[in-house]
C-alpha cells in the first residue's frame, strides 16, 4: 500500500489494486475526476447517498461511482504516539459488475476486526 498524508488528522491509503486500476486509465479527464473524489475525501467531503444502493455493499466498505466506475474505500482509526489518526483507505476502482467479489473479500478482511 501507497500511503501519503493530506492534513494533519488523515492520512490517505492507496492500495496497490487501485494504483493499477488507476495506471490502466486511458481517459486524463476520468483521471482527473478519480483524483478530484480522492481530494474531496480526504477534505471530509462525504455524500448522502448511501452506497449508492449496490447490494453486498456494507456500512464498513463504501463505494462512489465515477461515471460508469466505483470508487471502493473504506474509513479506520489509528492510534499514534497518543493520538488518534483518521485514514482513509482507498481499496480499487472496479466496474460495477466486479464490485460485489471485492467487497466480499474486504467483509471478510473486516471480520477479523476486534474492537480493540
Known sequence: ???FWYSYFQQVILSDEFRKSFTKL????LR??????????????????RNLDIPGVSHLAKVYKIR??????????EKNEGRYI?????????????VARTV?????????????
Do not use: A
Open 1 to 3: 500500500m501507497f500511503h
Open 26 to 29: 486511458k481517459s486524463p479527464q
Open 32 to 49: 482527473k475526476e478519480v483524483l478530484q473524489k480522492l481530494i474531496k475525501l480526504g477534505d471530509g467531503w462525504r455524500t448522502t447517498v
Open 68 to 77: 460508469d466506475l466505483c470508487l471502493i474505500w473504506s474509513t479506520d482509526v
Open 86 to 98: 483518521q485514514m482513509i483507505r482507498i481499496w480499487d476502482l472496479l466496474s460495477q459488475q466486479n
Open 104 to 116: 466480499q473479500r474486504l467483509e471478510n478482511l473486516f471480520s477479523m476486526y476486534t474492537d480493540d
